[in-house]
């Protein structure tokens, strides 16, 4: 993975000074709470319901056994012994001290981390495929191109206070496990007409209280001119994105408002006229940086079937925890987050502790965050699968249920965040309470059921194949259904079925959805495809045709 | 009091005045609103002040472009700590229209914006009196960058990477 040299170490240690100084001042009464508010959210921290929220950033969702150990120590010496880790491939700590986030930065600095681009309006930490380097039908590893957009976007001096938020995916195959088509601007690496490599680029995608899926700005793109290109969709953003309205100053409400043909000529115009030279990745950097992702030191290895003879609960893991590796005799493994009774995508230090181990024992020590908010080990011999297994088993980490209904993403909720109506966290509860049953799941299949706690959709709920949205009707929980989206590369946003329910109703208006899938479905066909083939009446008239609440 | 703000680094005694402002005499430069000088432009060049623009973030700086050669200084308005278009502004007048004169941000303007704005090119800050001093260290807050910048119209440096 990358490592810093002295510009990264400089840049990461005066942000600390920077930081422990602002602080100082704001606890002097020197800032204001709304000038200090811009400077904090430059730096992760946000003030929520019951104590601030930082939020570290995981560049690409990558990390060492040493990051992840600091990412524990944190956890004890600063929180409460845990961290979420989140859609975006980054971590959150709900319970710091303003006053110590200066240490917690200076403590991260030490094994190459920050908060730097986890919030505010800015271009914030990139993210990738969690499968990146090790998915067998790969174009090109995204990372060395994370790297650079990470290095050129961090402190950018023209983009660092634009209209909202500006969220970049990159990836390599044509599988999409970043959702870019849910990202301000999504970068695929594509080969163009000659064969060679290089990029399509999308933009305008969102989710939020307007949900939309991004759009083709170029079909293809040179590969050295990445930067110029995202300079120049970036600085149209910068000038013409609204500011008057919040929740219209995405880029995707300028995209929608202006068409998506009036905004490529806008960027192809800018483009034309950017000066291309200094921001050329040149090929030197290009290789300084990749080499940084070199494969690890994969040994000459056969597959082989470690199921052969173990027990029904290592079989199961195995199928539904772990995925196909391109080198043989290696498998990627999924460390699931989403045991039943706690909040997912929710590790205590004692486990971070614990992955850390094991990654250096199993993975080369290294380990990757999920979008789903699972974490992978992506470099396990076939052969020591099951060793890895009873580890995770043990410290429950090992419920087999990556990809099946349990597998929810969910934002915090009520329980933590300060702009949520409902709690996320406790509906997930009882999900998992009324779907106990694995041979049940199993035979769902794949199933992605996202949550969140109120319109600005962290849970990212319009692009689950199931999606819940908490809101609050007369100070009650009630939660809106949906159904048919998707955050892959076929990307769709999910269609209400009608009006929401009590919590108390969320599980069984599941089951019902999944009752008219399982009766319905043709062989092999997902919950979603049934529900892109049927449309959604049938669901809905099986949902209210006796209103539970009657 | 004379207007105080910083200039290439140092504190100076503003020697410009905008035009609803009454002129001091060692105030010999005229900062114009951007409207007023595109409806009064030949009056304003008539005159013996030397010439300033006055943007607006909503202004386009290409509009203004024609008229560089003939000003001595443009203004960009920061209204609000989060309002960030005028760091675009400042760029393009720097890099694609040269503008070579004095390129002031004022209104909004705190030291922890200096750094990222003098790498878009501005070289004076107008602000509060007292935070003038305190406010010269904030140009070094970082020691590297990662991006080529325009800062004291210098081309990329060698330590930039992009």
Redesign the interface.
Known sequence: MYRYD??DK??VA??VA?FRD?TRRFLAGELSD??FR??RLRNGLYLQRHAPMLRVAIPYGLLSSTQLRMLATIARRYDRGYGHFTTRQNIQYNWPKVEDVPDILADLATVEMHAIQTSG?CIRNVTSDHLAGVAANELEDPRPWCE?IR??S?????????PRKFKIAVTGTPEDRAASLVHDVGVHIVRGPAGELGFEILAGGGLGRTPIIGQVVREFLPREHL?SYLEAIL?VY??EGR?DNLTKARIKILVRSLGIEEFRRRVETEWQ?I?KE??R?QPA?LARVSAYFAAPAYRQLADMDPAQGRETAFRAWYRHNTQAHKIPGYRVVYVSLKKPDVAPGDATDAQMDLIADLAERFSFGEIRVTHTQNLVLADVEQARAYELWQALAAAGLATPNIGTLTDMICCPGLDFCSLANAGSIEVAKLINERFDDYDYLYDLGELDVKMSGCMNACGHHHVGHIGILGVDKGGEEWYQITIGGAAGADASLGHVIGPSVPKCEVPETIARLLSVYVERRDAEERFLDTVRRLGIKPFKERVYATSPAA | MPRRLLRDRRIVVDDWHYLDEAAEPHETGLIVPFDRWVAERERFLAGSSRLGVLLEPSQAVEQLAPDLPRLSLVAVRFPS?????G??QG?LLR??WRFAGELRAMDYV?A?QL???A??GFNAFQMADQELEGALGAFH?????????NDAGLA?HP????
């Open positions: 002295a510009i400089t840049l005066e942000r920077q602002q709304d000038e811009h400077l309006n650079i290095q050129w961090t402190f950018h001096p023209e983009f660092t206070y634009l930067l600085r910068n000038l500011r006229q000066a200094p921001l990745v950097e | 700590p989060s309002d960030g278009r760091y675009t760029r890099e694609r705190r922890d750094f990222f704005l790498r878009c807050t970082f020691s590297a960058e990662y991006q080529a910048s990329a330590r930039h990477r992009y």
